[in-house]
């Protein structure tokens, strides 16, 4: 099943569902739901920043990306391909879903990401749970998280939570861009770009 993409591991020997099963469970009503609501408002975000955007979805310790648009122009490689992953500390979006966590629940999540993965996953996290906690805390007061060089030098990311209906997954609207284009100065526009679509993809999904 591994062989296959049906499963793959995780921390401490365990499994988790594999990015091949996940291509065929998005074809479920939910996923496509999704997917549906976001594109049209995504696409109005990559006319704005001719940017990579797009749309995930907290799994496990992990964003799970349900939709993205490509911009064939940028320099920023293209890491969110659907039905990939990233570490929720890595991504502006995986920042964003966490920012919307109760305390108890992000506490937990740095007790694992502090913990060094012998399955070869990412670097632990080094910086204190209050560090932790702070920075989260900001992102939530602001409503949008940004990461820099997080995952690839010379890029970042801002990302905005959505408001989600009742029992549907956390979701997240990010973009990626150059750090030229994401000088202090620039993230407000970019935010409230981000923001207009998370609230057109809310209500398209009934949340609002």
Known sequence: MKRAGWLETGAA???????RLWELASRSSSAESLAAAAIPFMSDVHTVLRQHVHVGVVEGHDVLFAERIAASGSTVP??????????????ATGLALLSQCPPRTVAQYHRAAATPDAAGGPAALTVTAERFAADLAVFAQRGYAIQRERIDHGTGGVAVPLRAPAGHRAVALGTVLPLEEMRDADVPAIMQTLRVAGHGISRALGAL
């Open 13 to 19: 020997g365990s499994y988790r569902v594999g990015t």
């Open 78 to 91: 293209l890491r969110s391909n659907v039905a990939g992953r990233l570490p929720l500390r890595r991504s």
